[in-house]
């Protein structure tokens, strides 16, 4: 509490952890931009891509460019694009994976045949690792308001993780404001 109550940062830098986590190609760029961990990524170069995902539709915030708003599921015409949303997905899933598999089947490499994906669909698994320090600030960035969803919520289980195994660091940073 002390250490980060006077901002005493080193000491966080000599814990590590890494944390395999699940999530698609779209949010795992966005992830790795994060330069002070290390990363080691699902290749779809060698490995056959087997997970997708199907998004919720979210409207633009007209307030924040970067923050999109949950559809009120009592507006009739937001259901109605959440629907049209979710449908054309499918649809272009389906195309994709038939595309994907028919071209795997005439023998297309597989790190040629992965340009038929869409990555916002496509599912993948990202090992990252860093000190408690990164871990620390990573999620306070990521779980705040702007951050995509998706992403918030990999960020808070991260934290949910972090609290498992250091209870009075996470307890710490809540106090601080963090």
């Known amino acids: 509490s002390y250490l980060i109550k006077h901002g005493?940062?080193?000491?966080?830098e000599m814990?590590?952890?890494?944390?395999?986590?699940?999530?698609?190609?779209?949010?795992?760029?966005?992830i790795v931009r994060h330069r002070?961990?290390?990363?080691?990524?699902?290749?779809?170069?060698?490995?056959?891509t087997e997970t997708f995902e199907i998004r919720e539709a979210r409207l633009q915030d007209p307030k924040n460019r970067q923050n999109s708003i949950k559809i009120d599921?009592?507006?009739?015409e937001a259901r109605r694009i959440n629907e049209e949303?979710?449908?054309s997905q499918h649809s272009i899933l389906q195309k994709a994976r038939d595309a994907y598999e028919k071209a795997l089947d005439a023998g297309v490499a597989k790190e040629q045949a992965r340009a038929l994906l869409p990555e916002g669909m496509s599912g993948t698994t990202l090992y990252m690792a860093g000190t408690?320090?990164?871990?620390?600030?990573?999620c306070q960035l990521r779980m705040a308001?702007?951050?995509?969803q998706e992403h918030a919520d990999i960020a808070k289980k991260c934290w949910e993780i972090i609290d498992v195994h250091f209870p009075s660091v996470v307890k710490a940073v809540e106090l601080k404001g963090g």
């Open 73 to 76: 599921s009592k507006d009739e």
């Open 132 to 138: 408690l320090r990164s871990w620390i600030h990573y």
């Open 8 to 12: 005493h940062w080193s000491p966080f």
């Open 15 to 30: 814990v590590s952890l890494a944390m395999e986590i699940e999530t698609t190609r779209d949010i795992s760029h966005q």
């Open 36 to 48: 002070s961990f290390s990363f080691q990524e699902f290749s779809q170069r060698y490995a056959k």
């Open 145 to 148: 308001n702007g951050t995509q």
């Open 85 to 87: 949303f979710s449908m």
